[in-house]
């Protein structure tokens, strides 16, 4: 092989297609013998009559040891080469299989994705290569869904609706995040009421959803309410409501539902607004004392300049977070009542109205408004690490 001693920018341009062929193959054999292993272990446990205690101390051992083993494996034939082959190769020893998969799993979908949102409920041809052949078919509508999604009366409330999820959902669990964290680090309890709001971050969104909906449970009149929050609203003088489906305030009845994540995101805002403020020197703070300032002017003009990097950062976070949103409206209104957004009309239109093209087309809408927030998100991720 030649040019094998010149450093990786120097390499000949046969080296160069060599240690490309190479580095493709490198990140397509880990996974694909890693899921080998893993099919044939699973086969072997499968009709293994072992007791069920042993089986599962040899699945652990089998699928983490079994993996870790490979990549042993291969990392060692890489280092066996010279020390510029090393330098190409063994990066893609672990970065590859990672690219490969993200390839197979997340981008090739997305194109796939696209593809059938240019055709109508008949879907594309079976294969791609028979529009040579057979020419395009009548089910293709070109940019048509696209068209529809910014027209139709359901995907405009949907956008409505995410918008107010961004506004309200996002910006609220930020600010008692913030609340939260300020008051518990000066708090005897600060354990203790970390933890307890933090625990509903152990909640998943649809459990979340089933408990809020006990939360919202309506009774008929001159029946004892057991929903906690009509029976505050009964015993203060007020009528019971079923509150996200009170169409008479709609589009407000969202702030019902963002009611129940922002329950979930405060407390994953607040450990990580706790970390920023503990890494707030002291110093800083003296300063600010001496000098004769409140603890409202420490606050707004030290604490919140400091850590305005973690703000924007948690803030973005959860802004992808409800631009995703399904679980929680889905269990509690179903996309009624006004309540739709964006991924539950693409539940909707791919699995019930069995619209693929018109679904995937809202699919690729909800990635295209994420893309830019996520950008964002990690260009603020290297900014925190430079400084």
């Known amino acids: ?95 590859g299989p990672a690219l490969f998969i993200l390839t197979w799993f997340l981008a090739l979908p997305t194109i796939r994705s696209f593809w059938i949102s240019l055709f109508d409920r008949a879907g594309p041809p079976d294969s791609f290569f028979s529009i040579f052949t057979d020419g395009m078919p009548a089910s293709f509508v070109g940019l048509a869904n696209y068209k529809a999604i910014f027209t139709e009366r359901l995907m405009r409330e949907a956008f409505r609706n995410n918008i107010l999820w961004i506004v309200f959902g996002s910006t609220f669990s930020v600010i008692f995040g913030l609340i939260v964290a300020v008051l518990a680090d000066r708090s005897r309890w600060e354990r203790v009421a970390k933890s307890l709001v933090f625990l509903p971050m152990a909640i998943s969104f649809v459990g979340a959803g089933v408990i809020w909906n006990f939360m919202y449970e309506v009774r008929p ?68 004392r001496i000098d004769g300032a409140k603890e409202s002017q420490i606050f707004f003009r030290i604490m919140i300049p400091y850590i305005r990097g973690t703000i924007i950062t948690v803030w973005t976070t959860i802004v992808i977070f409800t631009l995703k949103i399904f679980d929680v409206v889905w269990v509690m209104t179903g996309g009624q009542f006004g309540t739709e957004v964006i991924a539950t009309q693409f539940y909707r239109q791919s699995f019930v109205a069995r619209n693929p093209g018109y679904g995937s087309a809202i699919a690729i809408i909800l990635l295209v408004a994420v893309i830019p927030v996520m950008i964002y998100n990690l260009r603020q991720f290297r900014e925190q690490e430079a400084f």
């Open 221 to 288: 009149p001159n029946i004892p309410q057991i929903g906690l929050v009509n029976a505050i609203v009964v015993a203060l003088g007020g009528e019971a409501h079923s509150w996200p489906a009170y169409t008479a305030i709609s589009p407000w009845n969202n702030l019902f539902l963002i009611v129940i994540v922002i329950w979930l995101q405060v407390g994953f805002s607040m450990v990580l607004f706790s970390a920023a403020l503990k890494g707030i020197p002291e110093e800083l703070m003296e300063a600010g």
């Open 1 to 95: 092989m030649q040019n094998i001693d010149t450093t990786p920018q120097e390499l000949s341009t046969g080296a160069k297609i060599v240690a490309a062929v190479v580095r493709i193959a490198v990140a397509i054999a880990i996974p694909l013998l890693a899921f080998g292993v893993l099919y044939a272990g699973f086969l072997f446990l499968r009709d293994s009559e072992a007791p069920k205690w042993l089986v599962v101390i040899v699945a652990v051992i089998w699928g983490v040891g079994g993996v870790a083993l490979l990549y042993w494996v291969f990392n060692w034939l890489v280092e066996q080469l010279p020390d510029n082959w090393i330098a190409i190769l063994q990066p893609f020893v672990f970065v």
